[in-house]
């Protein structure tokens, strides 16, 4: 595991941030922390990002303490934070040969990784333009990129995504597809189901600073249920005999049913098949997957667009 982390606490006045956080990541792999604005993702990273000191617990990344040898974890890891940290003023070009430079690779070394990056994440044609003149998605691959001068072995992805148009964060899934191909392990806080589904090996649910839940998306889905056909009528008396037929209680406040299926064509010819025979036919059918909003939901009891400010 390049990263582990046993019992994370933090506070802040009588607020618990979070509440004994356990986390393991293995090497080359993408976990994903999932969660509402104000469930602790962010300060979990920055913990881990030696930003922020725990109250409680331990952590190691790539066998350094977080706590006792920040500045070896600081060699491994590299963080893109919620907001873009690219100076406006400069051009991509220089925003990348900077950090090369700070870094010391040296001029002519500065000046490769940068033409490597810059053409990694389409902004070849832009290299030479003021980054006030980026669109956002631009300025969002820009700071990725500055993420990645060092070649990290960690990469912590703070809500990488959020405000993006959809072809932005097309493009900004496929670039941490590929550093993951490329070695590169990846911890990301989003509040995108999809993402999480895209990208994540694992994925950690957090609420309220506790973990809720942890798995694989799939693992995570059939916890609260597999796929079912969700059956509507048009009448009362229709939905009483279905539910007859069917063998399953009629809700008084619903004009559906739900009944689990192995989501296959001759299960629900079977499931109309005999409804028809109790003329008793639905007016729609549909069938539902679990997501992973399914998941939040029956875990926690509220769902992802819960309000709150992110801590």
Same mark, same amino acid.
């Given at each position: 595991?390049?990263?582990?982390?046993?019992?994370?606490?933090?506070? %802040?006045?009588?607020?618990?941030?979070?509440?004994?956080?356990?986390?393991?990541?293995?090497?080359?792999?993408?976990?994903?922390?999932?969660?509402?604005?104000?469930?602790?993702?962010?300060?979990?990273?920055?913990?881990?990002?030696?930003?922020?000191?725990?109250?409680?617990?331990?952590?190691?990344?790539?066998?350094?303490?977080?706590?006792?040898?920040?500045?070896?974890?600081?060699?491994?890891?590299?963080?893109?934070?919620? %907001?873009?940290?690219?100076?406006?003023?400069?051009?991509?070009?220089?925003?990348?040969?900077?950090?090369?430079?700070?870094?010391?690779?040296?001029?002519?070394?500065?000046?490769?990784?940068?033409?490597?990056?810059?053409?990694?994440?389409?902004?070849?044609?832009?290299?030479?333009?003021?980054?006030?003149?980026?669109?956002?998605?631009?300025?969002?691959?820009?700071?990725?990129?500055?993420?990645?001068?060092?070649?990290?072995?960690?990469?912590?992805?703070?809500?990488?995504?959020?405000?993006?148009?959809?072809?932005?964060?097309?493009?900004?899934?496929?670039?941490?597809?590929?550093?993951?191909?490329?070695?590169?392990?990846?911890?990301?806080?989003?509040? %995108?189901?999809?993402?999480?589904?895209?990208?994540?090996?694992?994925?950690?649910?957090?609420?309220?600073?506790?973990?809720?839940?942890?798995?694989?998306?799939?693992?995570?889905?059939?916890?609260?249920?597999?796929?079912?056909?969700?059956?509507?009528?048009?009448?009362?008396?229709?939905?009483?005999?279905?539910?007859?037929?069917?063998?399953?209680?009629?809700?008084?406040?619903?004009?559906?049913?739900?009944?689990?299926?192995?989501?296959?064509?001759?299960?629900?010819?079977?499931?109309?098949?005999?409804?028809?025979?109790?003329?008793?036919?639905?007016?729609?059918?549909?069938?539902?997957?679990?997501?992973?909003?399914?998941?939040?939901?029956?875990?926690?009891?509220?769902?992802?667009?819960?309000?709150?400010?992110?801590?």
């Amino acid at each position: 595991m390049i990263l582990e982390a046993t019992g994370l606490r933090k506070r %802040y006045g009588d607020t618990a941030v979070l509440d004994g956080v356990d986390l393991a990541v293995a090497e080359g792999s993408v976990l994903a922390l999932l969660g509402p604005n104000g469930a602790g993702k962010t300060t979990t990273v920055r913990i881990l990002g030696t930003l922020t000191r725990p109250d409680g617990g331990s952590a190691r990344i790539a066998g350094f303490d977080i706590v006792t040898q920040p500045r070896q974890v600081r060699e491994v890891i590299a963080l893109t934070g919620q %907001y873009a940290a690219v100076d406006a003023q400069q051009t991509g070009r220089e925003n990348l040969t900077m950090i090369g430079r700070l870094l010391r690779l040296g001029r002519a070394g500065a000046t490769k990784r940068s033409a490597q990056l810059l053409e990694r994440f389409e902004l070849t044609g832009a290299a030479d333009r003021r980054v006030v003149t980026y669109s956002g998605g631009m300025r969002r691959r820009l700071d990725l990129a500055m993420s990645l001068v060092a070649a990290p072995r960690l990469l912590f992805l703070d809500e990488p995504t959020a405000g993006l148009d959809p072809a932005s964060r097309a493009t900004m899934w496929d670039a941490v597809g590929e550093l993951v191909c490329a070695g590169t392990t990846v911890v990301l806080t989003t509040q %995108y189901l999809e993402e999480a589904d895209r990208l994540a090996d694992r994925i950690v649910l957090i609420d309220d600073g506790r973990v809720a839940a942890e798995g694989s998306a799939d693992e995570l889905k059939a916890r609260v249920g597999g796929d079912r056909l969700e059956l509507w009528f048009a009448d009362r008396a229709s939905l009483e005999k279905a539910a007859v037929v069917l063998d399953v209680p009629a809700d008084p406040q619903e004009t559906r049913i739900g009944i689990p299926t192995d989501g296959s064509a001759t299960e629900l010819h079977r499931v109309l098949d005999a409804l028809r025979a109790a003329n008793a036919e639905p007016d729609r059918v549909t069938s539902h997957r679990p997501t992973l909003d399914d998941v939040f939901v029956g875990l926690t009891r509220r769902t992802l667009t819960t309000a709150g400010s992110t801590r």
